[in-house]
Nanobody, 128 residues
């Protein structure tokens, strides 16, 4: 069973940066796709970014393209979300998610449509 724990959230001024971390335990992140979601009060949950299990293929929501970068370090069982040029509309609870292990070659370079594991979330507040 995979457990995910997010960290790195906090209060930052507009234009600032944060790096979120997602630490995995229970098994390795090999063959596992990872996603970051966020949910703001009164809004639907939004997929922000994902990275495929193999090959490092990444996707980003249009709202964060050019500002956010997802990366993974399987040796450290950790996934990161670097968030730059933050805006007040980025304020939300950010969740790390995972799906895997994915042993089908067809899934190695894509982001899944659904995820099996979720962290508890970390609050990001962008405000002056």
């Amino acid at each position: 069973q995979l457990q995910l724990v997010e960290s790195g959230g906090g209060l930052v001024q507009p234009g600032g940066a944060l790096r979120l971390s997602c630490a995995a335990s229970g098994r390795s992140l090999d063959y596992t796709a990872i996603g970051w979601f966020r949910q703001a009060p009164g809004k639907e949950r939004e997929e922000v970014s994902c990275v495929s299990s193999i090959g490092g293929v990444t996707n980003y929501a249009d709202s964060v393209k050019g500002r956010f970068t997802i990366s993974r370090d399987n040796a450290r069982s950790t996934v990161y979300l670097q968030m730059n040029s933050l805006k007040p509309e980025d304020t939300a609870v950010y969740y790390c998610t995972a799906k895997g292990p994915l042993f089908s070659r067809a899934t190695w370079s894509t982001c899944p449509r659904s995820y099996d594991y979720w962290g508890q979330g970390t609050q990001v507040t962008v405000s002056s």
